[in-house]
Each structure stands twice: as C-alpha cells, then as structure tokens.
C-alpha cells in the first residue's frame, strides 16, 4: 500500500520435537499430523512487479534474483489485477521472467477492489478474470466463485484504508503483518483475534506489500526507490512447515495453520509446540487443533535461527484474545515453557509475540528501524475447535 509505505520515506527524511501425534479424542477432530514429516520454508506472500502501474525499477526478474540469492523457498508476486483488467494470467505470469531454478513461484494477484484487496494464492495456473469479473457482487457468489477455482484467499491488511471489507467466511488466511512497519500491524492483530475467538480457524500469514525495486541507474531514481532499502523481500518473511517442498506443499501448509512470521529471513522463527497427553513428548504445533485431556498441557516455544548470541526476548502468550503471560527466553537454548490446563468443553486457543533484538537484514539495512522490537510471532495450537465451522 502507496499511502501506508508512505511512512518509510518520513522515517528516513526526519525443529520440532520427535514424536507421535496423539490419537483424537473427539471423533469430529482429526488426528494432528506428523511433527517431523515437513520442512520449513521461507517466502514472502505480497509482491508487487513492474505488472503493478504503480510499481517502479521492480521487474520480475529483479524480484526473482532477489529472493535466490538470499535464500528464500517461495514467492508470490501478487500484482493488482485491476490494473490489467483482471488478466493477470497474460501479464505476471506470462513474463518470459515468471520463472526460477530454486524458489517456488506461487500463482496469484491481488484482488484490488472498491471493499478492500484480498491476495490469491494457487500452486497452478486458474482463471483470475472469473473471480475479478465478480468482484461487486454479494458475497455468497463470490464464495461461489472461489471455492470453483480451487484458490486459496487471503484478506490483505484488514485495517485502515484498504480493509477488507468482505465476510470473513470466504477467506482462508488473513495478512496480519503487512511490511516492514509494524505498528500499523496492531488492529490487524485485534481483527485475527476477533475472528479466531468466534471459532474461525484462519492463519496468520505476513506480506511485505513491497513495489519498487532499487534503481538500476541513478536517472532511474523516483521519491519511492528509498523504499527497497527499508521494505523489500522477506519483511516481513513466512515460514510454512510444509510437507513437500513444492508449491502445493506451501499452499497446504498455509491452509492448515503451520505458518510463523518473523520480521526478517535472518531472525529467528518462532515455533510453538505442546505436549497434550503429558508424556514429556511434543505432539502438537502451530496449526494444530485437538480435544482437551481435562489434565495441564505443557507449551514449549522455540526460537529457531538469529545471529543475536546470548540475546534474551521478550515473549508474549495470548490466550482467546487475552493477554495469558509474558516469559524471557533462555538465552542458552532460545527456549520457554509454560503450562495452562484448556477447558474440555468450549473452544481455546494460544498463540505468541516474540520482542527483543533484531538481527541484521543486510539485503534490505533500514527494515529493522521499521520494526523496532517485534521480531516474531507465531500462529494459534487450537483446543475443540469445530472443523467444519
């Protein structure tokens, strides 16, 4: 967003444990999936190219060679698609540059319309001018619509000038850090609680929503290029426990919850476990949705990564919407613990911020300072909730 990345030109002018998933109780939740059969893997969600009108110095192939040569797993590069009248499929992924030897190239756009933007995500090639052709009708045919493209929708930046303004039913992920400038992020973060307090299981992803690329040449300079120092690639990043690494893998993961979001690719990622049954075993993540015990679970949050040696960081534990306890980390294993026993009847669930110390992002120098302390955060372990909500 133009009017929100504003501020960045302001600021610059003044491992998861080996273990078996334990069995359901309630027989209308299926059992948790493997810890160990997946891989993390890192990417950045919201992308604009020179596709984008209001783009600038950011081709594809800039955007690409970008992402391999610091690391990442997977992109999608979500251009607007009422730019191109809703053909984006002969625009971004046409582009003889739509193509990568190591990172995974999702397929997608950036639903642009007059109620809020919502990102699609496909591991395939679809038919975007359907869901664009439809963008002002009631939200019952537009769900329609989506559920017959087989697509996975997200709602982009949810507050302030391009919320989302649809039912929340037809999304199945929602953006709640959006770029490198956190504290724009917070009513996003009051939004996901809203809805995962009223039993919707949506994932908490990020998008750095970045447009401008750095300037090849000095004529090439526009008031927007200080941006790609401070807003680029990977700020911030997704990480998703996939269980392949393809991008159905990635599509999958994201749709079941197993996603973490850190601030940088070279901060740490945080991971948020739980032994259910209490056999001193690990057997839920991010994600994961289970029927209580009636007996204390034990959580363990994990800070994988970061070159910050000895740092202690803050972290915050939410339960249903409401602040549960603040931990410090174990500056030796990057580690915390806690225990809460979840009712047996009723729906709860934790998630967690993580605060401290930044590591550096050479690629993109002045992210952090648009940061400032928030380094992660991790999405919800679930307790009795209904899965065909």
Known sequence: MLDRLALIALVFVSSSADAAAPAAVDPKIPPVASLTEGQWLKGDLHL????????????????????ENAGFDYLAITDHDNHVHGDVAHNTWSDPEFRSKSVILLYGAEWTTVRGHG??????????????????????????????????????????????????????????????????????????????RSGRKLTGRGGSDSHHGIPDTAAQTVPNSIQATANYVGTPT??????????????DALGNGRVSVSANPDDPRVELMADRDGDGRMDMMMGDNAAPTGKPVTFQV???????????????????????????????????????????????????????????????????????????LSNPIFFNFDPKF
């Open 238 to 251: 997704t990480w998703v426990f996939a269980r392949t690494r393809t991008a159905q893998g990635v599509i």
């Open 48 to 67: 604009h190219s020179r596709h984008s009108t209001d783009s600038s110095n950011n081709p594809e192939a800039k955007i690409i060679r970008f992402a």
């Open 302 to 376: 994990k800070l994988v990564g970061g070159s910050i040696k000895g740092a202690a960081y803050k972290i915050k534990v939410v339960k249903d919407g409401e602040d549960f306890g603040a931990y410090t980390s174990n500056p030796a294993t990057g580690s915390a613990t806690f225990t809460d026993t979840p009712p047996v009847h009723g729906r709860t669930y934790y998630r967690v911020t993580v605060e401290g110390p930044q590591t550096p992002y050479p690629q993109v120098p002045n992210s952090m300072a648009l940061s400032g302390n928030m380094v992660a």
């Open 119 to 196: 990102n699609v995500f496909s591991a395939k090639p679809y038919d975007h001018q359907r869901l664009f052709d439809v963008e002002d009708e009631r939200d019952a045919k537009i769900l329609a619509v989506k559920k017959s493209l087989g697509i996975h929708l997200s709602a982009n930046h949810p507050s302030g000038k391009d919320h989302f303004g649809f039912s929340y039913d037809m999304v199945d992920s929602i953006e709640v850090w959006n770029s490198a400038v956190w504290p724009t992020n917070l009513n996003a973060m009051m939004i996901w609680d809203d809805m995962l």
